[in-house]
């Protein structure tokens, strides 16, 4: 089983800033993924974060508001961008152990809060 | 599209009690289905993960059963405990993409 760890584990900012989070994974996945769950809700799946080339993004969501970055198996970065309260959430990272099972593995999330 | 749902949307049981939560899905094309249990404010703790080709999987006092066919899951859990109280959600692997079920609240009572 792979370990994930996030930081912040969470923050409360301010209108217009934007906040990074980081994931890292204690060994080397394949695949690494973002997840936001708003209050009450389930998890709904941001991006896939490609390592080497840019993050595979679902609908809804975009490059400009939530940059990804991957640069090695085992890391990887979300930014908030421009963040308004509807971005307060819990943001999830995620990471496929890769060894032909696909079980999926979470960090314990990091909770912000925008005022 | 595949959509994943879970009923009940909450339930509340005394200690010792057995219980089955329920997951349906939409599209049987899965890669495999994965049980998650979530503490509040928490991430998700993987607790089975059954792969397409299989039927069921245990593990300790749970039990998780797979109908592709029919499109469902069931979580069974043996002698529930007040340490069990938490959200389960369900969660479906297909085309490189997991999708989650809205969850089921459990809180079992003392």
């Known amino acids: 089983s792979a370990v994930i760890s996030q930081k912040p584990s969470r923050d409360i900012c301010q209108r217009g800033t934007s906040l990074t989070i980081q994931c890292q994974v204690d060994s080397q996945v394949t695949m690494m993924f973002w997840y936001r769950q708003q209050p009450g809700q389930s998890l709904t799946l941001i991006a896939t974060a490609n390592q080497g080339s840019e993050a595979t993004y679902e609908s809804g969501f975009v490059i400009d508001k939530f940059p990804i970055s991957r640069p090695n198996l085992t890391f990887s970065t979300l930014t908030v961008s421009n963040m308004s309260p509807e971005d307060s959430s819990i943001y999830l990272c995620?990471?496929?152990?890769?060894?032909?099972?696909?079980?999926?593995?979470f960090g314990p999330g990091t909770r912000l809060t925008v005022l | 599209k595949q959509e994943v749902t879970q009923i009940p949307a909450a339930l509340s049981v005394p200690e010792g009690e057995n219980l089955v939560l329920n997951c349906s899905f939409t599209d049987s094309a899965i890669y495999n289905l994965q049980w998650f249990r979530q503490d509040p404010g928490k991430g998700l703790t993987s607790l089975l993960l059954i792969q397409s080709s299989q039927r069921e999987q245990t593990s300790g006092r749970l039990n998780a059963s797979l109908d592709k066919s029919s499109g469902r899951s069931t979580l069974y859990i043996a002698a529930s405990q007040p340490g069990d109280s938490a959200t389960y959600l369900c969660a479906v692997e297909g085309g490189f993409k997991t999708i989650f079920g809205a969850g089921t609240r459990l809180f079992v009572k003392a």
């Open positions: 995620s990471a496929n152990s890769g060894q032909g099972v696909d079980e999926q593995f």
